[in-house]
């Protein structure tokens, strides 16, 4: 039997339906629409458009908890500095669940700040050091940074573990931490992490693990790096933003 419970309308611009007000008048802004911020959330508001909101994160009983100190953690190399003047300085990096009829597999992602690009992910049933290993290592393949690039992360076991110590080691790649108890010093991780949950990992119960992962990763390669636009990147998405990067590098050197 059908729900009675009315869900409100969304904005279904190229974000799929889960842009606010902000964002929707960003889009309408760059495509040449001329309106303002306020008439946008009033025609939204009067309509019962709504944009996704995040909701209390959710993990399954007995998941993990905030780590404590280990002896081969990393120092913190990022200090909450969230930009970066340059791709492939300072990698950022998290893991959450996923909720399926079969299991709470567990998703790495690690992202670089300077655009927001999510460089390498990757999914498996249980959250352990080659989970974490993968999505470096992806992000290593596509993005070859050269040696001195940071990769900030939390004092989980995945983050400590020698495998992915030594990953960096052979890539040049410096390990960075913040403190264990305040989330802020991961806090642009945090951000991402708190979207992609919102928008596709919470937002439903997947049947299977690989329907999970073929969806989360076509939303991480889709639509948070080619289409979702940011504030911080001037209401570009992290690939027109490199590629405008790589177009005023290119005519600078020309």
């Known amino acids: 039997m059908p729900s009675s419970r009315r869900r409100s309308p969304r904005y279904t611009g190229r974000a799929g339906g889960n842009y606010g007000a902000p964002k929707v008048f960003a889009e309408l802004k760059r495509a040449g629409d001329r309106t303002s911020r306020k008439r946008v959330a009033r025609l939204m508001r009067d309509n019962g458009m709504v944009g996704t909101t995040r909701g ?101 076991p995945q983050y400590v573990s020698l495998l992915l110590g030594e990953t960096m080691r052979e890539a040049g790649i410096g390990p960075s931490m913040g403190s264990v108890s305040p989330p802020w010093d991961n806090a642009a991780m945090e951000s991402l992490m708190g979207l992609i949950k919102s928008e596709r990992v919470h937002a439903r119960t997947f049947e299977t693990r690989g329907r999970a992962a073929l969806e989360i990763f076509e939303y991480i390669g889709c639509s948070c790096n080619r289409v979702r636009i940011h504030s911080a990147l001037g209401h570009l998405s992290p690939e027109e933003f490199e590629a405008r990067h790589m177009e005023g590098a290119a005519k600078t050197a020309a």
């Open 56 to 156: 209390r994160a959710r993990r399954p009983k007995g998941g993990a908890k905030q780590a404590a100190p280990q002896a081969n953690a990393a120092p913190d190399l990022v200090k909450r500095g969230f930009s970066a003047d340059g791709p492939n300085r300072a990698w950022f990096a998290g893991i959450a669940y996923a909720r399926t009829h079969r299991g709470w597999p567990c998703l790495a992602v690690a992202m670089d700040i300077w655009s927001r690009m999510i460089a390498g992910w990757s999914m498996s049933p249980h959250m352990t050091a080659e989970l974490a290993d993968d999505a470096l290592k992806m992000a290593i393949a596509r993005r070859r940074p050269k040696r001195g690039c940071v990769h900030h992360g939390d004092h989980g």
